[in-house]
């Protein structure tokens, strides 16, 4: 079992950057592939990007391809996402998830966080 905590989230103008953070406590934190997703107000739980145990594969969502990178330190259980050129249309809670599978499928991830705020200002 994991547990999942984000944080970095914040309000920034349009075309700013923020790096979202997520921690996880566990001794099988690099048994997870972890995904970020996000859920805009009124809106599905979409997903984001994904990185492999390892964190040698990585896959995004079109929306945010090319403006947004996720990495893994799991020598200290955490998973970054970092986001540039960021756009009004990216203002959410953002969630980061755990999988035993390399995915991009929500109902595949066992363990969420609790989710942090991004509101980009126009």
């Known amino acids: 079992q994991v547990q999942l905590v984000e944080s970095g989230g914040g309000l920034v103008p349009a075309g700013g950057s923020l790096r979202l953070s997520c921690a996880a406590s566990?001794?099988?934190?690099?048994?997870?592939?972890i995904g970020w997703f996000r859920q805009a107000p009124g809106k599905e739980r979409e997903f984001v990007a994904v990185i492999s145990r390892s964190g040698s594969m990585t896959y995004y969502a079109d929306s945010v391809k090319g403006r947004v990178t996720i990495s893994r330190d799991n020598a200290k259980n955490t998973v970054y996402l970092q986001m540039n050129s960021l756009k009004p249309e990216d203002t959410a809670v953002y969630y980061c998830?755990?999988?035993?599978?390399?995915?991009?499928?929500?109902?595949?991830?066992?363990?969420w966080g609790q989710g942090t705020q991004v509101t980009v200002s126009s």
């Open positions: 566990g001794r099988t934190f690099s048994s997870y592939s």
């Open positions: 998830a755990a999988s035993g599978s390399y995915t991009s499928t929500r109902d595949e991830y066992n363990y």
